[in-house]
Protein backbone atom coordinates (compact mmCIF):
# COMPACT_ATOMS: atom_id res chain seq x y z
CA UNK A 1 0.00 0.00 0.00
CA UNK A 2 1.06 3.20 -1.22
CA UNK A 3 0.54 6.38 1.79
CA UNK A 4 1.49 10.08 1.63
CA UNK A 5 2.87 10.75 4.96
CA UNK A 6 0.00 9.99 7.32
CA UNK A 7 -1.79 6.41 8.46
CA UNK A 8 -3.20 4.01 6.25
CA UNK A 9 -7.21 4.25 6.34
CA UNK A 10 -10.01 2.50 5.06
CA UNK A 11 -10.62 4.70 2.11
CA UNK A 12 -7.42 4.22 0.73
CA UNK A 13 -6.67 0.89 -2.04
CA UNK A 14 -3.79 -1.70 -1.94
CA UNK A 15 -2.44 -4.30 -4.63
CA UNK A 16 -0.56 -7.24 -3.55
CA UNK A 17 0.96 -8.81 -6.92
CA UNK A 18 0.31 -12.54 -5.83
CA UNK A 19 3.53 -14.03 -7.18
CA UNK A 20 5.83 -12.06 -4.63
CA UNK A 21 3.71 -13.04 -1.48
CA UNK A 22 3.90 -16.91 -1.55
CA UNK A 23 5.96 -17.28 1.54
CA UNK A 24 3.53 -14.83 3.23
CA UNK A 25 0.41 -17.06 2.85
CA UNK A 26 2.20 -20.48 3.10
CA UNK A 27 3.16 -22.16 6.63
CA UNK A 28 6.61 -22.32 5.56
CA UNK A 29 7.53 -25.36 7.91
CA UNK A 30 10.23 -27.84 6.97
CA UNK A 31 8.56 -31.28 5.03
CA UNK A 32 9.09 -34.37 6.17
CA UNK A 33 8.29 -37.69 5.65
CA UNK A 34 5.36 -37.44 7.74
CA UNK A 35 4.34 -34.90 5.42
CA UNK A 36 4.53 -37.72 2.24
CA UNK A 37 0.70 -38.42 2.27
CA UNK A 38 -0.41 -34.82 2.50
CA UNK A 39 2.00 -33.59 -0.21
CA UNK A 40 1.10 -36.60 -2.96
CA UNK A 41 -2.67 -35.89 -2.41
CA UNK A 42 -2.41 -31.95 -3.31
CA UNK A 43 -0.05 -32.83 -6.01
CA UNK A 44 -2.09 -35.48 -7.91
CA UNK A 45 -2.65 -33.61 -10.56
CA UNK A 46 0.38 -33.21 -11.78
CA UNK A 47 2.01 -36.44 -13.96
CA UNK A 48 5.71 -34.91 -14.56
CA UNK A 49 7.01 -35.72 -11.42
CA UNK A 50 10.56 -35.68 -13.17
CA UNK A 51 9.87 -31.42 -14.16
CA UNK A 52 8.45 -31.36 -11.06
CA UNK A 53 11.16 -32.70 -9.37
CA UNK A 54 13.50 -30.31 -11.48
CA UNK A 55 11.60 -27.09 -10.42
CA UNK A 56 12.35 -28.30 -6.66
CA UNK A 57 16.00 -28.73 -7.34
CA UNK A 58 16.66 -32.20 -7.54
CA UNK A 59 19.64 -32.49 -9.74
CA UNK A 60 19.58 -34.78 -13.14
CA UNK A 61 21.26 -37.80 -11.97
CA UNK A 62 19.07 -38.35 -8.81
CA UNK A 63 15.70 -38.29 -11.01
CA UNK A 64 17.51 -40.40 -13.73
CA UNK A 65 18.15 -42.92 -10.72
CA UNK A 66 14.16 -42.80 -9.79
CA UNK A 67 13.07 -42.55 -13.37
CA UNK A 68 15.31 -46.46 -13.34
CA UNK A 69 14.76 -47.76 -10.29
CA UNK A 70 10.54 -46.59 -9.93
CA UNK A 71 8.16 -49.26 -10.04
CA UNK A 72 5.86 -47.05 -11.91
CA UNK A 73 4.93 -42.98 -12.39
CA UNK A 74 3.32 -43.44 -8.91
CA UNK A 75 6.40 -44.71 -6.98
CA UNK A 76 8.65 -42.79 -9.60
CA UNK A 77 6.81 -39.60 -8.25
CA UNK A 78 6.43 -40.49 -4.52
CA UNK A 79 10.45 -41.42 -4.51
CA UNK A 80 11.03 -38.20 -6.15
CA UNK A 81 9.01 -36.51 -3.95
CA UNK A 82 11.27 -38.22 -0.88
CA UNK A 83 14.02 -37.37 -2.19
CA UNK A 84 13.39 -33.47 -2.18
CA UNK A 85 11.85 -34.15 1.45
CA UNK A 86 15.07 -35.51 2.67
CA UNK A 87 17.28 -32.27 0.92
CA UNK A 88 15.67 -30.36 4.11
CA UNK A 89 14.39 -27.67 2.17
CA UNK A 90 11.03 -29.18 1.32
CA UNK A 91 8.51 -26.47 2.21
CA UNK A 92 4.79 -26.13 1.03
CA UNK A 93 5.58 -22.57 0.25
CA UNK A 94 8.72 -23.98 -2.43
CA UNK A 95 6.33 -26.58 -3.79
CA UNK A 96 3.97 -23.81 -4.44
CA UNK A 97 6.41 -21.77 -6.36
CA UNK A 98 7.25 -24.84 -8.78
CA UNK A 99 3.80 -25.68 -9.05
CA UNK A 100 3.31 -21.89 -10.66
CA UNK A 101 6.77 -22.18 -12.89
CA UNK A 102 6.10 -22.05 -16.73
CA UNK A 103 7.13 -25.74 -16.63
CA UNK A 104 4.57 -27.19 -14.48
CA UNK A 105 2.50 -24.18 -14.90
CA UNK A 106 -0.28 -25.94 -11.85
CA UNK A 107 -1.56 -22.56 -10.87
CA UNK A 108 -4.84 -24.10 -9.54
CA UNK A 109 -3.55 -26.78 -7.28
CA UNK A 110 -0.91 -24.11 -6.18
CA UNK A 111 -3.64 -21.69 -5.14
CA UNK A 112 -5.50 -24.87 -3.55
CA UNK A 113 -1.87 -25.79 -1.42
CA UNK A 114 -1.89 -21.84 -0.37
CA UNK A 115 -5.64 -22.07 1.35
CA UNK A 116 -5.17 -25.45 2.59
CA UNK A 117 -2.10 -24.67 4.49
CA UNK A 118 -2.11 -21.34 5.70
CA UNK A 119 0.63 -19.85 7.69
CA UNK A 120 0.16 -20.43 11.27
Known amino acids: CHRNNGPVTADMSCWIDQSTVTNILVD ?11 VLR ?6 DWYSLGLELGLPDHQLD ?28 SSLVEALKSPLINKNGVAEQITKDHPRI
Open 65 to 92: TIRRDGYDEADRKRKMTLKWMDTGVASW
Open 42 to 47: ATVEVT
Open 28 to 38: DKPLTVSDLVP
